[in-house]
């Protein structure tokens, strides 16, 4: 059961179940719509920029666990952040659930509580439920209307 | 549960069996391989590794050329693997069976040929609810194509097509009628008997999915009375692409041929190209020769099991697996026609079916996950996904048992 609970951590169990920032955002100005073909789960991501900081973060959709808790825990996460910084985070969280695990460590460390997602580089079938929100946020700040994992 | 009489009188040893699958004896995390996965690809028996083989080791040679022994003793084996395929279907003549890389392209084979040439602009192809999307993609290019409509007959709650409504969509505009025998994400064995009736009646051609009906089921083409048929090998314990077209003679002998190449032609200038007869005319280029021979060798396996024998213990399977997680708290199982073969897809309440794949496999569980190529199926209950265990030959009550720890596990992680 080892592996099996690196990669579903108590953590990402918690947001999994209690979604956190889970509804629509009224007054957002950027947004997109992401779909992982391949098992047909979807997470729409909201955000509202001011001044180039993201000031809230929310998403809907439906997913597995992973796809779920990643949405959750990386909307949290963006608050406050500058759209440079979100864009890097998007880098090192890319890094940590596809590069090679020497690196994983460094990333980690820079990743604080989103490092819980390491397991994921485990079950490659699993890299595109923990990116699909991730990606989704990307499109959204470069203004694209969609994002897939394909 | 006692053994059906059928079971019984075939002395039917699911122990033996599953000594000729060189895989069963693999493990994953440590676990003996539990394979549930038999809809999506079927394992293989030593006997058709060993046909494949025997062909590369002793006498692989291109197929219908050359005057040499091996080309001779190559097409030799690949004639008598199409004969074997005919027999299997109960066609009348190897005029009928087109050997081609499996299911979807036989599907694509009839709808660009037959198709093309029949379906006018207002005309209508009718398909049901539970289609694999291999039989409704090439009806939806070529009814865009011809300016045609689909149409669909829905299915019920329980995954049964309603059949008052497939009659009603029966219409003299109706060209051609394509279901499934066998549903792949349900399970649910279409009434393909009554089915091609109406659809005569009403003056269409028939096309019969066999896809997940040829490991499950006899299947007689004369008897459905369908004019086509298509199966995979792969399914039936067979290579990857290899399969089969069963089409009555006269419709293929006045349809014009697909795919252009050698093979398929009896002459060619730069003028004018003639056909070869039936059914080399829809057999373009080099096939796969190996593959075709080792299907014919795990045909003749499946034979020699008896597929009365396969259907009988898989049934017995089927009604324990029902019960067994009919009891488990927060599952549902989708898809409960009266005729079924194969098939659990089912759905936990709270977990995605991701996480259940995800979960069993780390227990040693292979099932598939996701929408099955059956999106609408999908759409019809309302849900993304499900979770899909399915049966062959070789599995076991025990096997079901682990499953249903397998799921409990699921449960008490996702709590």
Known sequence: MNDLRELYQEVILDHSKKPRNFRELPGANRSAEGYNPL?????????????????????????????????????DALKGKT??????????????????????????????????FAGVHEFPMRVKCASLAWHTMKAALEGGARATTE | MSSSPAHAATGFDVEAVRREFPVLRETVNGRPLVYLDSAASAQKPQAVIDAERDVYEHYYS??????HRLSM????????????????????????????????????????????????????VLITGLEHHSNIVPWQLLCEEKAAKLRVAPIDDKGDVDMAAFERLLTPRTKIVAVSHVSNALGTINPVVRMTELAHAAGAVVLVDGAQAAPHLRVDVRAIGCDFYAFSGHKVYGPSATGALYGREALLAAMPPWQGGGDMIASVSFEKSTWNELPYKFEAGTPNVAGVIALGAAIDWVGCVGLDAIAAHEHELLEYGTQLLSELPGLRLVGTAREKAGVFSFVLEGVHPHDVGTVLDHEGIAVRTGHHCAQPVMDRYGI??????????????????????????VQEMFA
């Open chain 2, 73 to 124: 003793l190559a097409t030799d084996a690949y004639e008598k693997a199409r004969g074997t395929i005919r027999a299997f279907l109960g066609a009348a003549s190897t005029r009928e069976v087109v050997l081609l890389r499996g299911t979807t392209e036989a599907i694509n084979l009839v709808a660009q040929s037959y198709g093309r040439r029949h379906v006018a602009a207002a005309d209508e």
């Open chain 1, 39 to 75: 098992c047909g789960d979807r997470a729409t991501v909201y955000l509202l920029v001011e001044d180039d900081v993201v000031r809230e973060a929310t998403f809907k959709g439906s997913g597995c666990s992973i796809s779920t808790a990643s949405a959750s825990m990386m909307t």
């Open chain 1, 83 to 116: 759209l440079g910084e979100a864009k890097a985070l998007f880098e090192l969280f890319h890094e940590l659930v596809t590069a090679d695990p020497s690196k994983a460590a460094a990333v980690s460390a820079q990743l604080g509580k989103l490092a819980v």
């Open chain 2, 62 to 67: 291109n197929i219908h050329r050359g005057v």
């Open chain 2, 384 to 409: 993304p996904a499900t979770t899909r265990a399915s049966l062959a030959c070789f599995n076991t009550k025990q096997e079901l048992d682990s499953l249903a720890r397998g799921i409990r596990k």
